[in-house]
């Protein structure tokens, strides 16, 4: 059975976009997501319209020009297992452009804005790499765009789980506007696997039953998480790597756990 929430990647298009997730499609409000690939001297432009963007480079090199600035050469991972990412913040109402010095594949991260911040560069010294969790547990968290960074409505992250690890666990949800207890995000996981075959796991479900989908995860494929607990499973022997794109009306992360697996740590 096919799910509603599982987005598969198709052949390029004539933007370079390989996925392609909008707030019409998904059925939701925030949320804007796509994936270009370009080969090496190709370019690619947009614009942010009526939303904050955030263009991150999961793999390659590229010259990125927005919002009126050159940001030059960014880049330095051929793979998002191998280094920490290059990014660019943009406000809405504006233009940019991607030149791919080598293969790349770029990540446009947009929500709902009014524009109080301006464009900048998020390096790989600004996002840094954390541990979470113990054990199988582990995984390791990169912010790009966290609650703690200037933006209006977007949160951007990516995460590392380690072959045999549990990653988004013990699960958790942030469906309700419950503020300081819970906020209202949506959210995308973009993923990765290293191997670029294999499978990985996720799950998205509420304890009424009402939404409850397990779904088998392939290379580029999107989940959405419209509501609900979601974690997600890397088998033994495939790395996975996924983006996190959040966006709500309150710009906080606050989230409460499912009640069985609430004594694990996080």
């Not at 927005?66 to 943009?90: H, I, K, T």
């Not at 010095?101 to 929500?111: G, K, M, Q």
């Not at 790989?124 to 199988?136: A, K």
Request: aromatic share 10%; glycine share 10%.
């Amino acid at each position: 059975m096919t799910s509603n929430l599982l987005v598969h990647p198709y052949p390029r298009d004539d933007l370079k976009r390989i996925v392609t997730v909008t707030p019409e499609s998904a059925g939701w409000k925030f949320i804007d997501f796509e994936v270009r690939s370009l080969e090496e001297n190709e370019t690619t432009e947009g614009a942010t319209e009526g939303m904050e963007a955030c263009l991150v480079l999961i793999s390659g090199k590229a010259r990125i020009s927005g919002a009126g600035q050159n940001f030059g050469l960014m880049g330095e991972r051929m793979s998002p297992f191998d280094g920490l990412p290059w990014s660019v913040y943009l406000p809405p109402g504006s233009a940019w452009s991607v030149v791919a010095e080598t293969p790349i594949e770029l990540a446009v991260c947009r929500s709902p804005a009014t524009g109080k911040f301006p464009a900048r560069a998020i390096l790989p010294e600004e996002v840094g790499e954390i541990s979470r969790g113990t054990g199988t547990n582990q995984r390791f968290i990169r912010n790009i765009l966290p609650d703690t960074a200037p933006g209006e409505t977007l949160l951007v992250v990516e995460v590392i789980t380690p072959g045999g690890h549990w990653s988004s666990y013990p699960p958790h949800k942030h469906d309700t506007d419950d503020f300081p207890h819970e906020t209202y995000l949506e959210e995308t996981y973009y993923h990765r696997l290293k191997r670029g075959s294999g499978f990985a796991l996720q799950r998205v479900y509420t304890k009424d039953g009402s939404l409850d989908e397990t779904m088998a995860i392939a290379n580029h494929d999107v989940v959405l998480v419209p509501r609900g607990y979601h974690p997600v499973g890397a088998p033994h022997g495939f790395d996975l790597y996924y983006l996190n794109v959040m966006g709500g009306p309150r710009r906080e992360w606050k989230f409460s756990m499912d009640p069985d697996q609430a004594h694990l740590p996080y």
